[in-house]
């Protein structure tokens, strides 16, 4: 079992959670990812990881359907059935000069790993933070401290309401040299939409649907600069200006209906605990 050390919630369907496993901490670098399974009869889904000291890894998800919910109810003391990382290969981090790292909603705590690998190596990190509404953004003053410039959508004095809107800007005046865009999907093709024209290098760390997460089932593939490649063990991080996004955003949805009636379902059989869930 991998226990629940901290839990907070920090906007309504989005969840900080800190597991004790000190053998997959110890080994955890930015950009790679977890599979996990909530309880015994759950799904295997994967998350990134926010934050790890050697014994615990921390991982902020956005509850949207029967796993993510699931893992949402457990409380500190609980723990996890089964946990397997890290997976994935690591970021790219080498000194560039000026970095800027995009991230959206849940995006924002994997985004603060890399940020702070890429001023390790001695870049100059802006920080761009996207959400849907200002509860959803969190983890803003450790990023303030951290980061050499923070902007926040919406709120910042450029008043752009879009991470994509921010680096358009930053690559039309030559301000970065290098961009990683983490969050949602479509977040992140708009970004890469941005900096294709200056022809920025673009990092994005993709979500296609995984299930072993080891390059076995081929659930994973996506399309990258025209040849297939499996996310799990290829990635998750790729060049944003070489991925078929149509194909990736249509792959995502193919199990739409499974997904909303097995929440239905869900959400029928546990009503009472929702009420636990301010
Ligand atoms: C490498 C990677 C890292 C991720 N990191 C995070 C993270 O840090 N925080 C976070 O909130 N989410 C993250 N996700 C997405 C997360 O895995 C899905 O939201 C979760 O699996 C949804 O499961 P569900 O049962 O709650 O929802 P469902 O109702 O089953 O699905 C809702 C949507 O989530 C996606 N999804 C469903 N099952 C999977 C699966 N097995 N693998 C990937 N996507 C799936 C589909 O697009 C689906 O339409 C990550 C995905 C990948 C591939
Ligand atoms: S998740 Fe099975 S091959 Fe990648």
Request: charged residues 25%.
């Amino acid at each position: 079992m991998y226990e629940i050390t901290e839990k907070e919630r920090l906007a309504s369907g989005l969840v900080m959670m800190q597991i004790s496993a000190p053998q997959v901490s110890a080994k955890m670098q930015p950009g790679q990812f977890l599979i996990v399974r909530a309880d015994d009869h759950g799904e295997r889904i994967p998350l990134s990881v926010a934050d790890w000291d050697g014994q615990s890894l921390t991982v902020v998800f956005q509850e949207v359907g029967v796993s993510t919910r699931k893992l949402g109810s457990l409380e500190v003391g609980e723990g996890l059935a089964n946990l397997a990382g890290p997976l994935g290969r690591p970021s790219t981090v080498e000194r560039y000069g000026t970095v800027a790292v995009a991230a959206g909603c849940f995006g924002i705590g994997p985004g603060y790993a890399l940020a702070r690998a890429l001023l390790e190596a001695d870049n100059r990190v802006i920080f761009v933070a996207e959400a849907r509404d200002r509860h959803h953004l969190f983890w803003m003053d450790r990023l303030r401290r951290m980061a050499d410039r923070l902007v926040i959508c919406g709120q910042d004095e450029a008043g752009a309401d879009r991470a994509a809107d921010v680096l358009k800007e930053a690559v039309r005046s030559g301000q970065v040299d290098r961009v990683y865009a983490l969050g949602c999907t479509f977040m992140m093709m708009e970004c890469s939409q941005a900096t294709r024209p200056e022809g920025v290098p673009t990092r994005v760390s993709l979500m296609p649907v995984m299930v072993d997460g080891t390059g076995m089932c081929g659930a994973c593939r996506c399309s990258v600069g025209g040849h297939s490649t499996l996310c799990c063990v290829e990635g998750p991080e790729f060049d944003g200006h070489q991925v078929d996004w149509p194909l990736l955003i249509n792959r995502a949805r193919s199990y739409l209906d499974q997904e909303t009636e097995s929440l239905d379902l869900y959400d029928r059989e546990n009503w009472h605990k929702a009420r636990k869930v301010r």
